[in-house]
Nanobody, 120 residues
Framework: QVQLVESGGGVVQAGGSLRLSCAAS????????INWYRQAPGKQRDVVAS????????????AYADSVKGRFTISRANAKNMVYLQMNSLKPEDTAVYYC?????????WGKGTLVTVSS
């Protein structure tokens, strides 16, 4: 059973910070890419950040949407089956439900999401 559980959302003022967590189980966590998506009401669900296994011995590599580059940082702790999204300098337009995602054998798996609200 693949399971992803997000936590860490809340209400924060513009310019503030939050750290989201995703707890994973039911698959070989260290071998899988993990993604953070977000979706505002009435909007499309878009990828925010990804962490992947890098080539050679470099280990994980990361990628970010242009809208969050320089402000958000994705990381993982494989021994804990956890992935994190550190969000700094938050803006009202960052308000959304944030989802943890992974893909296994052609199938996408999602957490239930955690709500982030950034006030002006």
């Amino acid at each position: 059973q693949v399971q992803l559980v997000e936590s860490g959302g809340g209400v924060v003022q513009a310019g503030g910070s939050l750290r989201l967590s995703c707890a994973a189980s039911g698959f070989i966590f260290s071998s899988n890419n993990i993604n953070w998506y977000r979706q505002a009401p009435g909007k499309q669900r878009d990828v925010v950040a990804s962490i992947t296994f890098g080539d050679s011995t470099a280990g994980d590599s990361t990628a970010y949407a242009d809208s969050v580059k320089g402000r958000f940082t994705i990381s993982r702790a494989n021994a804990k089956n956890m992935v994190y999204l550190q969000m700094n300098s938050l803006k009202p337009e960052d308000t959304a439900v944030y989802y943890c995602n992974t893909r296994l054998r052609g199938m996408d798996y999602w957490g239930k999401g955690t709500l982030v609200t950034v006030s002006s």
